[in-house]
């Protein structure tokens, strides 16, 4: 159907004023005089409404859309009208309205204000109020820009496995996936299950990250990045916690500490400019009714030049500070959000990159640094929420990860892939992870990350 | 680090020669006389190598790198020279050479020609590999190609879920999610597995397919589309078949099966002219290597009008071949690939859209025709593979697809939410859905989908 958007009006309304067009779309409202009606409409494809002006006279089914209820869908014919004395630029004067398909008076969302919990429970619904339609375009529009951003810069997109035979990182937290029926299930000679009968000849789980995947790829093409899903089976029942969540993982060969903490910051700062640049109008309710803050705050961020800190150093500063935290920092402890926000938020006054942190809250594949006592980590932190990107340089040589790997009881049999990594032409190479959500939090401002995807998936709620 | 990438030196190479310049990258080869040696080096961003010369007067390290082999990471520091009467248009002559990571000598991929069956073997590995460098980059750009065509049309990317609760579609084929310990399974009083007990409450399955999901996005955003991972726990041990795979599923409000036929065309067309253009090296060395046609066939993809043809018309059509196919066609029979193919490379010679199926054969979901009996459903046929494309109009009446779901013993409380898009501003709307697996295959000419995905699943194979 040619129908003209809502969006395109709006850009480009001067080839439209005067003429007359066709718009589809869904009634916010609608409202009416004895001989004159007036719908808002909103048809999804941008964040303003369209008034439509219908009159007795001219129409037909006058008396029919006067009881259109809101949630109607229609399709307007008539003449786009400058309205310079209004609020709205423009407005429609119909000739026509077609009922596309009418909403019953029970249509869940009433044009009064509703909270955001009420409107998690109608998950197909939600999108189509204010917020959501700034939040989930918004997300489209962070997907956007960060393909954007890693294919400017000549990366592979590598989509990364999501079913997984190694259960080597986080076992406890993870998801088993199984064709096996689980009233009968077939059992070895030990009693135990048996694993060999299932889809994949044994035991499988949902990954938890696709870095060390991403590594292989990364020995190949120099730059690369994966986008997709990974799940945590963490019972954790919190505003920032959900089972599934797509993770950023770049990946990059020849290149260090110093090169992974600059393509972070260039990368967080191309998508808050990407994201202002092509969502004001959404980021601008957001700001309004979301988060105050939150404009000022991005623009903040994309001014700065990130600080830098070591971990030690920082924990010197964090320790002046100890009356105040809730944990007491000391050098080996993992820094709480607490801590992060202070560093950040009061400290440094904007995002900071904290590195070197101690080898034995970080993970095993971390390049440790001559120190012997620290690795080559960084994290980043951001005012307003902590933690926002963590990553490192990897350990590229063979006998020191395969030495760190011993230590802390890994099986070395598990890891062959990687170790061949080491032996047939290994570089320095370093890499991050950033969590989708998290970041699309960060950007809206919203506070729960069940409000930033479309069907979450926590404890107990896995619905539509 | 401030290498310059070979990327960059062919794109950009009046930049370069006669400058001094860094490179990093693998060694494809390494011969030497007795003062010289000559290296092949690989970065990784080009499909396109460099040579390195290196003397023996220039590099105190001479011996050793003469002993260098396939695979070893170097950083050359050289002179970029015109080599006007050589293959290549330049060659570095080297005043420096870093060994960054040597490679052993039992380095899997030697110089030879190895299988496409033996570098599936070493899936880490095999993307250093000529076929795999050109596979997987193309790869990266189909990915990205989709997602700018849907971008610049402002649709809306949905990430619908993984994990999904609804077992309706398919359940034989699904894989199972579980947190529950499979040698310890709670027991409900009927003595079946106490799925409450589990993670979500309730069992829970991957998805098969993100459409429902989606539908409910466009009727909030009008046109959304959906990029991610789908599962399918056939056990069918297939050129064509893996158990994890990625699809894209747009949909569309305010619009008929010939609004969606005209953007499944439109979108095949800008993704294939995206790769001819962005890949002009790697598709040359699959057409010529791979697949002789290729280039060919996809530039007359390009420039055909699709072609359109209902059901009932090509079952006329085939029927007249009957002779010569394996399995019989008439009217009310699923069409075979070898029919597919007759269609598209022997009747209509060039793609063609094969529209209006019988309902029998179709989804509940697709719109019922007037005649009753077929449905607004369309498949889009190509040469050389078939079946590319499939999708359909969606039943938007409330009461004929709660009739139909009746009919067909789906029970309509697990579909309320699909239900209720019908009931609250209804719209025309269609979709369709496209395998990106079957898609890469079909650009690259690589007829084994395990050749196009990084890590492939599929039946008993769960490697790395």
Sequence with gaps: MDLITIRDLYRNKENYIGKTIQVGGWLRSNRDSKTFGFMILNDGTFFETLQVVYGQDKLSNFQELTKLNVGSAVIVTGELVATPDAKQPFEIQATEVFI???????????????????????????????????????????????????????????????????????????????????????????????????????????TVSGQLNGETYAQAFRNIYTFGPTFRAENSNTTRHAAEFWMIEPEIAFADLKDDMLLAESMLKFVINYVLEN?????????????????????????SDFGHVTYTEAIELLEKNNDNFDYKVSWGCDLQTEHERYLTEQIFKKP?????????????????????????????????????????????????????????????????????????????????????????????????????????????NCDL
């Design 100 to 206: 596309e398909g009418p909403s019953s008076a029970d249509y869940p969302l009433q044009k009064k204000r509703h909270t955001l919990e009420y409107l998690r429970t109608i998950a197909h619904l939600r999108p189509r109020t204010n917020t959501y339609q700034a939040v989930f375009r918004i997300r489209s529009l962070i997907a956007y820009a960060i393909h954007t951003f890693f294919m400017e810069r000549n990366f592979v997109y590598v989509h990364t496995p999501l079913i997984t035979g190694s259960d080597c990182e986080g076992a406890g937290e993870m998801f088993r996936v199984t064709t096996l029926d689980m009233d009968s299930l077939p059992k070895a000679e030990d009693g135990k299950v048996d694993f060999t009968q299932d889809f994949f000849g044994k035991e499988t789980n949902l």
């Design 279 to 303: 969502a004001p109008e959404e980021m601008n309710f957001l700001n309004q009714f979301i988060d105050k803050g939150l404009l000022e705050r991005l623009q903040h961020v994309v001014n």
């Design 352 to 460: 900071v990159f904290v590195t070197d942190y101690p080898k034995d809250i970080k993970a095993f594949y971390m390049k440790m640094n001559d120190d012997n006592r620290t690795v080559a980590a960084m994290d980043l932190l951001v005012p307003g929420i902590g933690e926002i990107i963590g990553g490192s340089q990897r350990e590229d040589d063979y006998a020191k990860l395969l030495s760190r790997m011993k230590e802390l009881g890994l099986k070395p049999e598990d890891y062959q892939f990687y170790l061949d990594l080491r032996k047939y032409g290994s570089t320095r190479h370093a890499g991050f992870g950033l969590g989708f959500e998290r970041c699309v939090m960060y950007l809206t401002g919203m506070g729960n990350i069940r409000d930033v995807i479309p069907f979450p998936r926590t404890v107990n």
